[in-house]
């Protein structure tokens, strides 16, 4: 039997959802720019909708199950039997009321997300994710702050990433940066 004192302190615990916390500066503020910001709220609460839509759908199986185990419960005669089909309906109970908290959470998270969204929508309205300068803008900034925070590190440049920067087209200003630094160490 499990002591009374545990379940209580387990109960205590916060829901398993990312904090908004999390979502703002991880999920949603790593992403360099504001059009990828806003792709990222999209494709997130996408996500977190079709995790409700398929909760839902197991939610409804299972209350069907519940049903036929109750069914079954009423014509049985043997007291163990009837305990075992009881068992198993209340395992249904809490497999439901578990996905119903786990939709709660996700809710919660896609409003946090909508915010997000409205926030940044203020500042510039969401482009095509395929248009060329969003892309541009976008890998540049990636690939900078990927760069930048090496050298900040003090650590060599990844070759890899010196690579696809030089492979942006010659308008991108981190493309010129890298070059001039590539010259400037040449020259050294």
Known sequence: MIDPEIE???SKADRNETT????????????PTDQAKLHKCLQEINVRLKSIKAAQREIDELSDIGQLHFIEMEKLEC?????????????ISEQIISLEERMIGWESEINQLKKIYDTISERTSLKDWDD??????????KLYQELKTRLTLNMPADLEVVKTILALPESSVVRQDVLQLISAKGDK
């Not at 060329?132 to 900034?141: C, G, I, K």
């Open 132 to 141: 060329y300068h969003v892309q541009m803008e976008y890998w540049s900034a």
């Open 79 to 91: 007291v163990i039997r009837k305990r075992m089909v009881k068992r198993k309906m209340d395992a």
């Open 20 to 31: 908004p916390f999390q979502i703002n500066y991880f999920l949603i503020g790593q992403e």
């Open 8 to 10: 209580e302190l387990a």
